[in-house]
């Protein structure tokens, strides 16, 4: 399995950026898969997914509003679209991917098998 995230950038507040994470080597539609990010000497922290494919995704409650997780089983591609974004929001966001998980492990970091390298937000003026 790999999971390859890009998208990332320098922008300023406000402004918006679209993530991708495409996925090999697995049944994508059969993966719960998330989004995650790190902050300089912070936990890794989730932000949203998707426990099955067609479910409703699940949100940090600092991204509601303001995120849409998004996943294309054909192209096994996830997606986060960010508006409205913070220098808060600047962190390394990593896309994740479990075949075998509960819902309520969803936002546990340490329950994804499968990690992508990471791509770099960073929201500053």
């Known amino acids: 399995v790999q999971l390859q995230a890009s998208g990332g950038g320098l922008v300023q507040p406000g402004a918006s950026l679209k993530l991708s994470c495409a996925a090999s080597g697995l049944t994508f539609s059969a993966y719960a898969v998330a989004w995650f990010r790190q902050a300089p000497g912070k936990d890794r922290e989730f932000v949203g997914g998707?426990?099955?494919?067609?479910?409703?995704?699940l949100y940090a409650d600092s991204v509601k509003g303001r995120f849409t997780i998004s996943r294309d089983n054909a192209k096994k591609t996830l997606y986060l679209e960010m508006n409205n974004l913070r220098p808060e929001d600047t962190a390394v966001f990593y896309c994740a991917a479990s075949r075998t998980i509960i819902y309520s492990q969803l936002r546990v970091a340490s329950s994804y098998t499968n990690w992508g390298q990471g791509t770099q937000v960073t929201v500053s003026s």
């Open positions: 998707f426990h099955r494919s067609g479910s409703i995704p």
